[in-house]
């Protein structure tokens, strides 16, 4: 004799994880009152779902864009805010928007020089237990719950990556673009670390380590580039963008003027 058999959608179940009512039932039946189900990892699929929509439908008529990623500790008026205000500045006299992760520090003068320049200043900011909102420079914002989805924005909308000084979390969103990029899940794109004195030993240690002992390839490390000048950093990005915008067209195989 057959086990007893239930598809729940594409899910098979048998034996004891045979449900005894059905999903309408479940659904319909309120008598417990408990709102346990808002807690459950289904609910939660829908509120991942609805970061998505909101963050797609906020961005995507945004244009071409440069993500900026750096400390949230940095002070104002700190040599880095500086750096990271003439960024914001120049990516949009460049013609592009500026998205950053929306909090303090580096994030805060890159949404400020953006936002002073005219340009559009975006903020992608996450829930943490020590929430400080978005910076007052961010002209469109979104507030993300979940990191994953925030990090399909940052990648999806931008045409580069410029990194500057940052800990733990510039550090998680550089090596995953680089990873999207190695491994061709994106397009190819500028990942563009800025502060050479700070960025310096990482890449050292890259070469001298990593790549020596055959984890990644000579290809792999010139993903990276490195510099301390703002216009070095904007112009990788422009001559990466227009060579993209020629390529879509489709027309010919000329390589691109610099």
Aim: glycine share 10%.
């Amino acid at each position: 004799m057959s086990s007893p058999e239930h598809q729940r959608g594409p899910v098979t179940l048998r034996r004891q994880q045979v449900p005894t009512s059905t999903t309408d039932q479940r659904l319909l039946d309120n008598k417990s009152g408990r709102a346990d189900f808002i807690h459950t990892d289904t609910w939660r699929v829908l509120r991942i779902q609805s970061e998505f929509v909101e963050g797609f439908g906020a961005l995507a008529e945004l244009g071409p864009a440069v993500s900026v990623f750096g400390s949230a500790r940095t002070p104002v008026g700190h040599p880095e805010y500086q750096r990271a205000e003439k960024l914001g500045r120049a990516l949009v006299e460049a013609g592009f928007a500026v998205i950053t992760g929306g909090g303090p520090g580096t994030m805060e003068a890159a949404n400020k020089g953006a936002s002073e320049a005219g340009g559009v200043s975006v903020g992608l900011g996450i829930e943490l237990p020590f929430e400080q909102g978005l910076n007052r420079w961010v002209d469109v914002g979104v507030n993300f719950r979940y990191f994953f989805a925030r990090k399909t924005m940052f990648v999806k909308y931008a045409e580069a990556f410029c990194v500057l000084p940052g800990g733990f979390g510039t550090l998680d969103e550089l090596f995953e673009a680089l990873t999207l990029v190695q491994t061709r899940k994106v397009t190819r794109f500028p990942v563009v670390l800025i502060g050479t004195e700070y960025w310096g030993g990482l890449v050292d240690w890259l070469r001298r380590s990593m790549l020596a002992d055959g984890k990644i390839s000579e290809q792999d490390l010139e993903l990276i580039q490195l510099t301390d000048d703002i216009d070095e950093a904007v112009a990788a990005v422009s001559s990466a963008e227009a060579l993209s915008a020629h390529q879509a067209t489709g027309i010919d195989d000329a390589p691109v003027e610099a």
